[in-house]
């Protein structure tokens, strides 16, 4: 089948690349295993040199651009597969944690600000404090945006787990289904975590932008 379609080595260009990041990718058993996260593009000849996989148990791998093939608007990988499918739970909390960490980080951020105003403390301690926090967030900004990565990736693996639901429900009887039914709440109540703390995490990270940009604005001046 594969020879009849084809392949991102038969792509040009970089606008067209552009337009599949983020595209759904699939083992040769059509097994949802990732999405396209990068593209190499070769200067001349503007075709893809290698791409960048990011696979749902987290993991990067690198494919030859002729060993995967469009189809629509996903990805056909021409070789199969193996992916583990980890619990997202402590993921999850991870990250809710994380964002309530950045959010004390600001606050604190704020009562420095107003006791150096006030004449509280000195310049000095000001500055030390300020030092700490600042590596403190650093460091949960790169978690975060870690944890965003791996669990965008399990977003598309759990609402085709969702779809695959639907589908065998509409096909069984009530007596069959009424497991299905159970699993099929299960992975939707997850997803609407998975969308929330999404969300609220992306939220914190414009802040936290805003923030990067205040305080540039402020050096400068």
């Given at each position: 089948m594969f020879?009849?379609?084809?392949?991102?080595?038969?792509?040009v260009g970089r606008e067209a690349f552009k337009k599949l990041l983020g595209a759904k990718v699939r083992s040769s058993d059509g097994v949802y295993v990732g999405y396209l996260k990068r593209v190499y593009i070769d200067r001349r000849s503007g075709k893809a040199k290698r791409l960048v996989i990011k696979l749902i148990d987290g993991r990067s791998i690198v494919i030859d651009p002729n060993d995967a093939v469009l189809n629509n608007d996903e990805i056909i990988l021409k070789s199969k597969i193996k992916v583990s499918v980890s619990d997202i739970t402590g993921e999850l909390q991870r990250l809710e944690q994380a964002v309530k960490e950045l959010r004390g980080i600001r606050e604190r951020f704020l009562d420095l600000d107003e006791a150096l105003i006030a004449g509280e403390i000195s310049k000095d301690t000001y500055a030390c404090f300020r030092e700490t926090l600042e590596e403190k967030r650093k460091q949960l900004l790169s978690e975060v945006r870690n944890l965003l990565e791996k669990l965008e990736v399990?977003?598309?693996?759990?609402?085709?787990?969702?779809?695959?639901?639907?589908l065998k429900l509409?096909?069984?009887?009530?007596?069959?289904?009424?497991?299905?039914?159970?699993?099929?709440r299960e992975v939707r109540e997850t997803l609407v975590r998975v969308y929330e703390l999404i969300e609220s995490a992306r939220h914190e990270m414009a802040l936290e932008m805003e923030l990067d940009d205040f305080l540039q604005s402020y050096l400068r001046a």
């Amino acid at each position: 089948m594969f020879h009849k379609q084809r392949t991102l080595g038969e792509v040009v260009g970089r606008e067209a690349f552009k337009k599949l990041l983020g595209a759904k990718v699939r083992s040769s058993d059509g097994v949802y295993v990732g999405y396209l996260k990068r593209v190499y593009i070769d200067r001349r000849s503007g075709k893809a040199k290698r791409l960048v996989i990011k696979l749902i148990d987290g993991r990067s791998i690198v494919i030859d651009p002729n060993d995967a093939v469009l189809n629509n608007d996903e990805i056909i990988l021409k070789s199969k597969i193996k992916v583990s499918v980890s619990d997202i739970t402590g993921e999850l909390q991870r990250l809710e944690q994380a964002v309530k960490e950045l959010r004390g980080i600001r606050e604190r951020f704020l009562d420095l600000d107003e006791a150096l105003i006030a004449g509280e403390i000195s310049k000095d301690t000001y500055a030390c404090f300020r030092e700490t926090l600042e590596e403190k967030r650093k460091q949960l900004l790169s978690e975060v945006r870690n944890l965003l990565e791996k669990l965008e990736v399990q977003l598309h693996r759990l609402e085709e787990e969702r779809d695959a639901l639907m589908l065998k429900l509409s096909s069984v009887g009530r007596e069959s289904g009424t497991e299905l039914l159970k699993k099929l709440r299960e992975v939707r109540e997850t997803l609407v975590r998975v969308y929330e703390l999404i969300e609220s995490a992306r939220h914190e990270m414009a802040l936290e932008m805003e923030l990067d940009d205040f305080l540039q604005s402020y050096l400068r001046a």
